[in-house]
């Protein structure tokens, strides 16, 4: 039975951090498409970031130098690193994993981030 487990949200203020961690059973990460989904009230999921099975990554024009995904084998977990927060990152924000970009893949049950100004 595959399970992606989230934790890490919470409630920070504009500028600060938060570490999100997405840690996998059932699935082993480094074989799979890790992405960092959010849905912020009223609009779309959007992609966040990505990292494929050779560790290359993508991130969002929105995001890109502010958060990391990374991940660790050894703990089979996936993690999206999250800097200079600001207000429009509020969202609930959702892991993936898949083993081709075809397939739907697996979620887990997402955390709330919430910004603060």
């Known amino acids: 039975q595959v399970q992606l487990v989230e934790s890490g949200g919470g409630l920070v203020q504009a500028g600060g951090s938060l570490r999100l961690s997405c840690a996998a059973s059932?699935?082993?990460?480094?074989?799979?498409?890790a992405g960092w989904y959010r849905q912020a009230p009223g609009k779309q999921r959007e992609l966040v970031a990505s990292?494929?099975?050779?560790?290359?990554?993508n991130y969002a024009d929105s995001v890109k130098g502010r958060f990391t995904i990374s991940r660790d084998n050894a703990k089979n977990t996936v993690y999206l690193q999250m800097n200079s927060l600001k207000p429009e990152d509020t969202a609930v924000y959702t892991c993936?994993?898949?083993?081709?970009?075809?397939?739907?893949?697996?979620w887990g049950q997402g955390t709330q981030v919430t910004v603060s100004s």
């Open positions: 059932g699935i082993i990460v480094s074989m799979n498409v």
């Open positions: 990292m494929s099975t050779d560790a290359s990554t």
């Open positions: 993936n994993m898949r083993w081709r970009t075809y397939q739907s893949g697996y």
